[in-house]
């Protein structure tokens, strides 16, 4: 080997070694852990008036029931949405001030450390005890129950003299359903959908062209942008607590600690929302029905 291409070999060597001693460089990798963002709901459901007292819930799972895997080349075994919608929905309760969660996704944990506990309190003194579990009021059930993909697509392109870009979009939409279940009689008392859409956008720009008769340029460029799915349902599920939240004060399922704040813009804003679906919904228009005289008419015919 001569000494040139050696020189060169130790040289690239020396590049990639420095590379991987050093950190990832890009907007992304230098970035440090922060909390997850909120949205405009979020706010809304942080700043609801105060009840006149704190529901007991519990959440024992929030499913996907779906059906819907992510297409390839992820693995057919990864769901298209997030598993953890339970731990999302007990936060967003906490965060809204009107619930006070109880434990009991992961009751058979707690069942067993009380175990210890009172095992441990029998040895110094038989005659303590842990106080008892408290009990919910209402369970709060549901499930992600529809996740559809491409349910709007659509792009815009050019390309002129080996020069060319494009824009591509798409969007899916995921749907929460959201229900409050009266523990004593087992009636349900409220029950919400929410919906949310999920954007994602792809933009490209490259060039083709000869420079010379031998001489080929080509370039390429591009970027995608994804909107995370689990924020999407976050946010359907934070809409779904100041629904139900709404809804029931509006049908005197549970109450303010000022009555006057059912004016509030935070509530109208839903309850309004709600009136214009309802309203939106138009019943089918059934054709002229023929009076008592006609009928009879008819039937001597």
């Not at 001569?2 to 991987?20: K, Y």
């Not at 950190?23 to 709901?41: E, R």
């Amino acid at each position: 080997m001569s000494a040139i291409g050696l020189l060169a070999l130790l040289s690239g060597c020396a590049f990639v070694t420095d590379r991987l001693d050093k950190k990832p460089v890009g907007p992304y990798f230098d970035q440090p852990p922060t909390l997850t963002p909120t949205s405009a709901i979020y706010h809304d459901l942080i700043n609801l008036p105060p009840p006149k007292g704190k529901i007991l819930a519990a959440v024992y799972g929030f499913r996907d029931q779906t059906g819907q895997y992510k297409k390839q080349p992820a693995s057919n075994f990864s769901t298209a949405v997030t598993q953890g919608a339970a731990s999302m929905l007990v936060k967003a309760m906490l965060d809204s001030g009107w619930f006070i969660p109880v434990e009991r996704e992961g009751l058979q944990n707690l069942l067993t450390e009380r175990k210890i506990i009172r095992a441990a309190l029998k040895e110094q003194n038989p005659d303590l005890d842990l106080a008892p579990l408290l009990s919910a009021n209402i369970l709060i059930e549901g499930g992600i129950v529809a996740y559809d993909s491409n349910v709007v697509t659509g792009g815009v392109g050019v390309r002129y003299f080996g020069l060319g870009a494009s824009d591509l979009y798409r969007m899916d939409q995921v749907t929460i359903s959201l229900r409050a279940v009266d523990v004593r009689a087992g009636r349900v008392l409220a029950n919400v959908l929410t919906s949310k859409t999920i954007y994602s956008y792809q933009v490209d720009a490259n060039l083709y062209r000869f420079v010379r008769f031998s001489r080929l340029l080509e370039a390429e460029a591009g970027f995608t942008r994804n909107e995370p799915s689990q924020l999407c349902v976050l946010n359907a599920l934070e809409a779904g607590v100041a629904h139900l939240i709404a809804g029931g004060i509006r049908d005197k399922l549970w109450e303010l600690a000022n009555p006057d704040d059912v004016n509030s813009p935070i509530i109208q804003a839903y309850l309004d929302e709600q009136k214009e679906l309802r309203e939106s919904v138009q019943p089918p228009k059934m054709p002229p029905q023929p009076t008592t005289e006609e009928r009879s008419k008819n039937v001597f015919l």
